[in-house]
């Protein structure tokens, strides 16, 4: 069982849709997650990061956490074509302690 | 905020040659560097975690001697690809963990060995 899992898509939702993106781990000592966006080529960018079970909003974008089901969400609201990337769901154990990815799901978002 | 500048962004080079990779942290003093790898259409794959003053540690599957890191100052990690081939053809990104910013990512290397 790989330690972070993504559905790797591809993803495609129209413009102004709500696109989900999901992502299990497997380790319960985990006790931070992350979503970045990679677009091609290109280093990951950081969109929010969780550490407690509930939601998080910032922006378009909320963020979902369940420690019980080890199971965290991305939702973007009102999606636009300029989302459409690979999204990488990223969790760590402790505190500065290395990154575990996700594969990635990628999104694409029609005009 | 915190910055960290990799350098080359890109580089080719011909087999058996070595290649060097710079993660320089520009305003925060990064003690651990992670390194990563990623192949077309895959994931980030932690290949390993260097510490300021240490030796680093390598994950299962990557060649110590093949990779080598150093991390001789605060500010500074780099990794060597030696004796490159072109199986080592890949997108090598560093991390570094910042406390008020998180992990912060180099813009990565892109690697072609020809």
């Known amino acids: 069982q790989k330690e972070v899992e993504q559905n790797s898509g591809p993803l495609s939702v129209p413009e102004g849709a709500i696109a989900s993106l999901n992502c299990t781990y497997s380790?319960?000592?985990?006790?931070?997650f992350f979503w970045y966006r990679q677009y091609s080529g290109k280093s990951p960018e950081l969109i929010m990061f969780?550490?407690?079970?509930g939601d998080k909003e910032d922006g378009r974008f909320t963020a979902q956490l369940n420690k019980a089901s080890q199971y965290v969400s991305l939702l973007i609201r009102d999606s636009q074509p300029s989302d459409s990337a690979t999204y990488l769901c990223?969790?760590?154990?402790?505190?500065?302690?290395?990154?575990?990815f996700g594969a990635g799901t990628r999104l694409t978002v029609k005009p | 905020g915190a910055v960290v500048s990799q350098h080359p962004s890109r580089v080719i080079c011909k087999s058996g040659t070595s290649v060097k990779i710079e993660c320089r942290s520009l305003d925060f003093q990064a003690t651990t560097m992670f390194w990563y790898r990623q192949f077309p259409k895959q994931s980030l794959m932690l290949m390993a975690t260097?510490?300021?003053?240490?030796?680093?540690?390598?994950e299962q599957g990557v060649e110590k001697d093949k990779f080598l890191i150093n991390h001789a100052s605060l500010t500074l990690s780099t990794l060597t690809v030696t004796s490159a081939h072109p199986e080592d053809s890949s997108f090598y990104i560093c991390s570094a963990p910042e406390r008020a910013y998180g992990y912060t990512f180099g813009s990565g290397t892109r690697l072609t060995v020809v």
């Open positions: 969780i550490y407690s079970n």
């Open positions: 990223a969790v760590t154990r402790y505190n500065n302690n290395d990154m575990r």
């Open positions: 260097s510490n300021e003053g240490s030796k680093a540690t390598y």
């Open positions: 380790d319960r000592g985990s006790q931070s």
